[in-house]
Antibody, heavy 124, light 108 residues
Framework: QVQLQESGPGLVKPSETLSLTCAVS????????WSWIRQTPGKGLEWIGN???????NYNPSLKSRVTMSVDTSKNQVSLKLRSVTAADTAVYYC??????????????????WGQGTLVTVSS | SSELTQDPAVSVALGQTVRITCQGD??????ASWYQQKSGQAPVFVIH???NRPSGIPDRFSGSSSGNTASLTITGAQAEDEADYYC???????????FGGGTKVTVL
């Protein structure tokens, strides 16, 4: 059974860099895509980006200038860095496995499973 | 604003059927997936396409799509189905991923 566990500082100062790690167990990260998604308090879900185990990335255009994702296959984990944070980046951050398939010519994708999420607060 | 539009809230009587919709131009080309999020918990994948459910998700959950609208139907809603539901697909460029704003389902 695949399990994902996010970890990192729960408090980050404005203008600094948010750094999170997602440890994957029960499955090798050397297949599939892996994603980061966040949820601001009381709001909806926002996709941050995807990364393939090879290192290929795809980021949300609204965050692209501040985001870096990476993989460490030796540790079976995925990382997220978000630079120059502000209070607007306060959110619960989730990692998830992203699957893609083609069914009768239609592209399908889904996020499963998800980690439990980690709350990051940006405050001085 | 999201490229996928959902009604903010919907209610359903216990045992009745409720349909949750998700609208967006990209849905004409890309399939939607759906997620259930109960209060204080991480989202859980429910379904993609019509009947592609992970193990553990009851078959009272079904999906459909027509034109620019994807739908999640709960047939015979149970008290434990009360949650926020989010749709997910590609954006209009097809290059990025977007979520709908979510629909809060209340079971009466």
């Amino acid at each position: 059974q695949v399990q994902l566990q996010e970890s990192g500082p729960g408090l980050v100062k404005p203008s600094e860099t948010l750094s999170l790690t997602c440890a994957v167990s029960g499955y090798s990260i050397s297949s599939y895509y892996w994603s980061w998604i966040r949820q601001t308090p009381g709001k909806g879900l926002e996709w941050i980006g995807n990364i393939y185990y090879s290192g290929n990335t795809n980021y949300n255009p609204s965050l692209k200038s501040r985001v870096t994702m990476s993989v460490d296959t030796s540790k079976n984990q995925v990382s997220l860095k978000l630079r120059s944070v502000t209070a607007a980046d306060t959110a619960v951050y989730y990692c998830a496995r992203w699957s893609i398939s083609m069914v009768r010519g239609v592209s399908r994708h889904w996020f499963d499973p998800w980690g439990q999420g980690t709350l990051v607060t940006v405050s001085s | 604003s999201s490229e996928l539009t959902q009604d903010p809230a919907v209610s359903v009587a216990l045992g009745q059927t409720v349909r949750i919709t998700c609208q967006g131009d990209s849905l004409r080309s890309y399939s939607a997936s759906w997620y259930q999020q109960k209060s204080g918990q991480a989202p859980v994948f429910v379904i993609h396409g019509e009947n592609n459910r992970p193990s553990g998700i009851p078959d009272r959950f079904s999906g459909s799509s027509s034109g620019n609208t994807a739908s999640l139907t709960i047939t015979g809603a149970q008290a434990e189905d009360e949650a926020d539901y989010y749709c997910n697909s590609r954006d209009s460029s097809g290059n990025h991923v977007v979520f709908g704003g979510g629909t809060k389902v209340t079971v009466l």
